[in-house]
T-cell receptor, first 114, second 112 residues
Framework: AQSVTQLDSQVPVFEEAPVELRCNYS??????LFWYVQYPNQGLQLLLKYLSGSTLVKGINGFEAEFNKSQTSFHLRKPSVHISDTAEYFCAVSVGGSNYKLTFGKGTLLTVNP | EAQVTQNPRYLITVTGKKLTVTCSQN?????MSWYRQDPGLGLRQIYYSMNVEVTDKGDVPEGYKVSRKEKRNFPLILESPSPNQTSLYFCASSQGRGGPQHFGDGTRLSIL
C-alpha cells in the first residue's frame, strides 16, 4: 500500500521569506500527486497536481511543486510567502492512475509571521 | 456556483443513535468520496464512489455505510455511532483525471 510522509508537522516563517514544504511517498508503481490547502475552519482546496508530463507543476497562489521520481518526493515551494498563506497543507498520492483512492499525509501547518 | 454541500455542519448525538450526513454536488461529477480528519492523522478515506450504484471501501470503512442512488448525492450513514467516530468529516467530488477537486465545508460530529 502507498504511504505519504510530510516531514515537518509545523513550519514557521517570516513574511516574504521563501518556503519549502516537504513530501515523500512510497510506491513502486506510477502515481498521481497532489497538494491541498486548508484554511482555518474551511474545507480543502486543490493547490496543484502532478499527473504526468513536466515534473515542475505550477499551482494557484504562486505555489509550485517538483516531482522527483528517483527520490520519491513532491516538495511544495513558494519564493515569497504572505500572511494569508498561513494554513495547513496536505500532500496526497493516488497509485496506478486511480482517480479516486487517495492517501493523505498528516499535514504541515505553515505559519507566516509579520 | 460550483458547490459541494454537506449537512448538518455540526451534530452532537449519543452512542447508538443512527445518523446520516448528506452530501450533494451541483457539478454533475462522477466521483464522490468521504474522508474523516483527526488531529495528527490527516485525512483518511472512508468510502468512494465512481458513479451511480458503484461504491467501494477506502482505508477506514468500519462502522460506516454509503449509497449512491443519484449522481448528485452521496450520503454517509452511521448505523450505530460510537465515540471513536467523533471527527470532522468531508465530502469531495471530482470529474476526469486527478483526484478530488471540490470539498464540502465539513461536518463536525461529536458522539457522546
Amino acid at each position: 500500500a502507498q504511504s505519504v510522509t510530510q516531514l515537518d508537522s509545523q513550519v514557521p516563517v517570516f513574511e516574504e521569506a521563501p518556503v519549502e514544504l516537504r513530501c515523500n511517498y512510497s510506491s513502486s508503481v506510477s502515481v498521481y500527486l497532489f497538494w491541498y490547502v486548508q484554511y482555518p475552519n474551511q474545507g480543502l482546496q486543490l493547490l496543484l497536481k502532478y499527473l504526468s508530463g513536466s515534473t515542475l507543476v505550477k499551482g494557484i497562489n504562486g505555489f509550485e511543486a517538483e516531482f522527483n521520481k528517483s527520490q520519491t518526493s513532491f516538495h511544495l515551494r513558494k519564493p515569497s510567502v504572505h500572511i494569508s498563506d498561513t494554513a495547513e497543507y496536505f500532500c496526497a498520492v493516488s497509485v496506478g492512475g486511480s482517480n479516486y483512492k487517495l492517501t493523505f499525509g498528516k499535514g504541515t501547518l505553515l505559519t507566516v509571521n509579520p | 456556483e460550483a458547490q459541494v454541500t454537506q449537512n448538518p455542519r455540526y451534530l452532537i448525538t449519543v452512542t447508538g443513535k443512527k445518523l446520516t450526513v448528506t452530501c450533494s454536488q451541483n457539478m454533475n461529477h462522477e466521483y464522490m468520496s468521504w474522508y474523516r480528519q483527526d488531529p495528527g492523522l490527516g485525512l483518511r478515506q472512508i468510502y468512494y464512489s465512481m458513479n451511480v450504484e458503484v461504491t467501494d471501501k477506502g482505508d477506514v470503512p468500519e462502522g460506516y455505510k454509503v449509497s449512491r442512488k443519484e449522481k448528485r448525492n452521496f450520503p454517509l450513514i452511521l448505523e450505530s455511532p460510537s465515540p471513536n467516530q467523533t471527527s470532522l468529516y468531508f465530502c469531495a467530488s471530482s470529474q476526469g483525471r486527478g483526484g478530488p477537486q471540490h470539498f464540502g465545508d465539513g461536518t463536525r460530529l461529536s458522539i457522546l
